[in-house]
């Protein structure tokens, strides 16, 4: 656990400058940071460019519609929950992520089965 709280100490200052439960009051709508923390940890493992990255972060706050600030009354309410709420959370982070790096995949299988000219065999 500590790995993924030393995560959290190192995510909110990368995050200020770009831009309850699981929601925090005063955000412009009910964030689901769960799903956002999720996404973030994906643009963030992509081998591109830093300018790449930050334009898919900007695009990405963009659209759940929250800033540096609501982050930061995001985070600061993270820490202030019990260890066993903040495991909670990371798990349903882990969870997520998986399940969104299954999708990717299952994307790129499809795209390629796709791209295959009829003519090549595909493998069972």
């Not at 309850?20 to 999720?38: H, S, Y």
């Not at 609501?70 to 993270?78: A, K, S």
């Amino acid at each position: 656990m500590a790995r993924y709280i030393a995560f959290w100490i190192w995510l909110f200052p990368l995050l200020a400058g770009a831009a309850a439960q699981d929601t925090v009051v005063g955000a412009p709508a009910e964030v689901p940071w769960d799903t956002l923390m999720a996404e973030i940890q994906v643009i963030e493992s992509l081998e591109e460019a830093d300018s790449l990255k930050d334009g898919q972060m900007k695009a990405l706050f963009a659209r759940y519609q929250v800033g540096s600030e609501d982050y930061r009354r995001f985070y600061e309410q993270f820490l202030q929950r019990t260890p066993d709420a903040q495991q909670q959370f990371i798990q349903n982070v882990k969870s997520i992520l998986q399940a969104l790096t299954q999708a990717n995949r299952e994307a790129a299988v499809k795209e390629l089965k796709l791209d295959r000219p009829a003519s090549l065999p595909r493998k069972p």
